[in-house]
């Protein structure tokens, strides 16, 4: 096995930082045209808020329809700070948080197994997650943060600082309500590893923050829950994704890869290799006995069964890339598995394999963004915002318009208040939408204008009765 004496394991931890930054770098660059509609749902809001209009997507409607309210708040307040740098806006503040997140998510993942410095493991780990082909559809959305937050709070915990864990798992809830599932298998690890129960000071930090949070949303929405979670649930059950397991089928889809067969398919291989080690060396290995290989394992098995069998949840990219995380530990495996056995024979060209498995995963993780296929985003992004644009200039004071994706288009109108046809803005839309009432929005609202897709989609614009809704782009 190799060994790694203090002053590699300090060159290890400055080779595995100074990588992880070079390629969140060039993601980044990369990606900065990659703008996701959804992620302009939470621009709008932090927009409403320094804007002075509150917390709103339409100024005058007081309805809930982000799922992160951490997020959204970081995004007016880092606004706030830098608005007097006249380059700055939201959007690039999204973008700053997202890249921000990944390197402390990355560093968090490597020192949460700061015991296993003497072997590769620690040191590989955060560049496996970065080559994961998950990662892309969460640029701009609130994912990346709670991944941190959530890394965060197991680094705390397997350091023992047990009230800090509870902190930051709190705010991993307010940054993504579905990290509570997190907070559970934690509270379940800690009792059957140790025999114990949260104290009550570590239950206060993690209860306060949330129900703060949840107050206020009863107060200011009359009702403590975000509407998003009941509207994207509406378009499962009303057969928008299709029938069946809709979450588990798009995970082999082509379409979740960006159309990456080959990387996909090496990395169900090395996924299915790192779960025979673990089988196979479960009693062996210092790292299958670690508390952070434990939680992420179990993290991750647990949001697939929430998220594929209890939820089935539409397959918007973003909610696989958690999947990333507990990916990023099976892969690493076999590269640690191979050096392990080439290092029992110590010849100068087996020395080497160190540095060689660090070039492969930089050079993968630098590669994968160049062929990710950003323009079909860019040009939704483009279309929408050319349609805020002549919607400004063409249309009076007060006009509505209807719209079937809601963000890029509420941050640039400027005019008038956005009806959703999913009804995640417009809660009353929902229970239509779920029995396929999807044209019930227009005869309701009335929208003086209507944003819909064309040519229209067969899986949405479509009557119960089974007539087409088909009107141009914008009408």
Request: include cysteine; charged fraction near 10%.
């Amino acid at each position: 096995m190799e060994s790694f004496t203090p002053a590699q394991q300090r060159i290890l931890i400055i080779a595995t930082t100074a990588s992880v930054a070079v390629v969140i770098l060039l993601m980044s660059y990369v990606y900065w045209d990659l703008q996701q509609d959804d992620s302009y749902i939470f621009y709008s809001y932090a927009q409403n808020i320094v804007n002075g209009h509150g917390y709103v997507f339409n100024p005058g409607e007081r309805v809930n329809a982000t799922t992160s309210p951490l997020y959204t708040l970081l995004l007016s307040a880092g606004y706030l700070l830098f608005r007097c740098l006249p380059f700055v806006t939201i959007p690039i503040i999204g973008h700053m948080f997202s890249a921000a997140s990944l390197f402390a998510l990355c560093y968090l993942l490597m020192e949460s197994f700061s015991s296993e410095k003497s072997s590769l493991f620690p040191f590989i780990l955060p560049l496996v997650f970065l080559t994961i082909p998950l990662l892309p559809a969460a640029i701009g959305m609130e994912t990346f943060l709670a991944l941190m937050l959530a890394m965060m709070c197991i680094y705390f915990y397997v350091h023992g600082r047990l009230l800090a864990a509870s902190l930051a798992c709190s705010c991993a809830v307010l940054a993504r309500p579905d990290m509570v599932l997190l907070a559970g298998i934690m509270v379940s690890y800690d009792f059957i590893r140790y025999r114990r129960l949260p104290a009550i000071k570590m239950m206060i930090a993690f209860l306060l923050p949330i129900l703060v949070w949840l107050t206020f949303n009863l107060v200011y929405f009359g009702d403590p829950l975000p509407t998003s979670l009941a509207a994207k649930l509406a378009q499962t059950e009303a057969g928008l994704w299709g029938t069946g397991p809709v979450f588990f089928k798009e995970l082999w889809n082509t379409h979740l890869w960006f159309g990456m067969t080959g990387p996909r398919m090496i990395l169900v291989a090395m996924m299915i290799i790192g779960l025979l080690i673990v089988v196979l060396k479960f009693r062996q290995c210092s790292i299958f006995r670690h508390a952070a290989f434990h939680l992420i394992l179990v993290w991750y098995l647990l949001y697939l069964l929430v998220y594929g069998l209890i939820l089935n949840a539409p397959s918007y990219g973003w909610y696989y890339t958690p999947l990333a995380l507990g990916s990023s530990l099976l892969v690493a495996l076999p590269l640690v598995g191979l050096s392990r056995l080439l290092a029992k024979q110590a010849t100068s060209r087996n020395r080497m394999l160190v540095p060689v498995i660090y070039g492969f995963l930089i050079l993968v993780g630098l590669g994968i963004p160049w062929i990710v296929p950003v323009a079909p985003e860019k040009a939704k992004y483009d279309t929408y915002k050319l349609a805020a644009e002549w919607l400004n200039e063409n249309t009076q004071p007060g006009s509505s318009v209807g719209a079937g994706d809601i963000g890029v288009l509420r941050f640039y109108y400027q005019h008038g208040p956005i009806i959703d046809a999913a009804g995640l803005v417009n809660p009353e839309v929902i229970e239509h939408f779920r029995n396929k009432e999807i044209s019930w929005f227009i005869q309701h609202y009335q929208p003086e204008y209507l944003m819909l897709i064309h040519p229209p989609s067969p899986r949405y614009w479509r009557h119960s009765n089974g007539r087409m809704v088909s009107p141009g782009i914008l009408c």
